[in-house]
């Protein structure tokens, strides 16, 4: 694998930073929203996600038939990172999820409908496949879809769906047959929010984001708005994950807080004594440094192989994910524990170390470890499928 970047992707890279430069709005780009950067949704975002597909980014690796322009996975990573270093909303899951679900597997129908309005972010969806017994564990899904002549009738629950509370569209996985067994018998659906019979209730969070319940009574749904074949929805699900896994967990925020970490050691004191003298403090942060590089190099591993691939590995995106999220908590909790009492101040506070910042992300970072399949999930995969381990259940 070669660490290094091509001129052209450095090229890219340095074009990417003038357009952060020349769009720069500290509303839209906010470093203390982690990766809530998706979830804010307002006239100021979408105008800025509207500039980026302007310029082509949006798709960039998608298909020229479909729009795209056929190019590298890495571009689409270098700009992921860049945006998200600076607190910017970055491309996601319509983009990812949803767009490369509908070019491999959605009909004519469900193509012409929404790629184009995807590459041009004139669209918002939400994802919905965890429910109140069915959390990391896709497979479990109980909210059932019975067919109605053309339309298929939905009943149910979903839970933990973000985007919910201003997503046009809903990518929706439901349970269309109950006598296949667990990982079979699951179908995807795109609906609209405003459907008769769907019902959103907001779950604020202990990172200060909103997520939402959703619940079902009758909702309809037309057959041509079934996505892929039916009951392989799952296969979908699974290979859709691979994507979130590695595209919406970023690395650049993790590195950023390190940054400001060793940046607040160096500066500051203890008892009258420098803070970078202490042996335990030095010793922390040295070891954090450490992860941090192991992180960026598990990210470029899931580049390198997808590009020879064509799509990111189930492995190495489970090892990424896991790593990369667990670390992200572990600078927080050591921020915390290195700046003491003070830091538990806050965020935004202009007295507090680092301006509250730790405190947020102390909260924020533990949502990362569940999204996307738990970290408990993260090492069944990595068991199973690469280790050849027995299941455990």
Do not use: C
């Not at 919406?248 to 500051?268: A, D, G, H, Q, W």
């Not at 992200?328 to 915390?336: C, D, P, Q, Y």
């Amino acid at each position: 694998m070669d660490f290094e970047f091509s001129p052209e992707e450095q090229a890219f890279l340095k074009e990417v930073e003038k357009f952060i430069a020349d769009n720069y709005d500290p509303e839209v780009m906010d470093v203390t929203r982690e990766n809530m950067s998706q979830l804010v949704d307002t006239p100021k975002r979408r105008a800025l996600m509207k500039k980026i597909g302007e310029k082509g980014w949006l798709g960039m690796t998608w298909p020229k038939e479909y729009g795209g322009t056929g190019g590298e996975g890495v571009y689409e990573f270098l700009l992921n990172e860049k945006l998200a270093s600076v607190g910017a909303p970055q491309i996601g899951k319509g983009v990812g999820i949803i767009g490369k679900t509908l070019i491999r597997h959605g009909s004519d129908k469900l193509k012409n409908e929404f790629l184009p309005k995807i590459l041009k972010n004139e669209v918002e969806f939400a994802v919905g496949y965890s429910e109140p017994n069915a959390g990391s564990d896709a497979a479990a899904m109980a909210l059932k879809a019975e067919r109605d002549g053309n339309d298929w009738v939905l009943n149910g629950q979903k839970i933990f769906t973000t985007s919910a509370h201003f997503a046009e569209w809903y990518w929706v996985g439901a349970r269309t047959d109950t006598t296949a067994p667990k990982h079979a018998g699951i179908t995807l659906f795109l609906l609209p929010m405003n459907q008769q019979g769907l019902t959103i209730q907001r779950m604020p969070t202990i990172g200060d984001e909103i997520t939402n319940q959703v619940f079902f009574d009758n909702v309809r749904v037309s057959d041509e708005y079934r996505v892929g074949e039916l009951n392989k929805g799952f296969n979908y699900i699974s290979e859709a994950l691979d994507l979130e896994r590695f595209t919406m967990f970023t690395f650049s925020p993790i590195e950023e807080r390190v940054k400001l970490l060793v940046n607040y050691v160096k500066e500051e004191q203890r008892d009258g004594k420098p803070l970078k003298d202490d042996l335990i403090v030095r010793q922390k942060v040295a070891t954090l440094a450490t992860e941090i590089e192991v992180a960026k190099l598990l990210g470029y591993r899931v580049v390198s192989q997808a590009i020879k691939g064509g799509k990111p590995p189930t492995n190495e995106a489970s090892e990424y994910k896991l790593f990369a999220t667990e670390l992200s908590k572990r600078v927080a909790n050591e921020t915390l524990n290195i700046e003491g009492e003070h830091g538990q101040t806050r965020v935004h506070t202009d007295d507090a170390p680092l301006k509250g910042r730790a405190e947020l992300t102390y909260r924020y970072t533990v949502i990362d470890t569940l999204g996307g399949g738990a970290s408990e999930i993260q090492k069944n995969i990595i068991a199973r499928r690469k280790l050849g381990l027995p299941r455990n259940f």
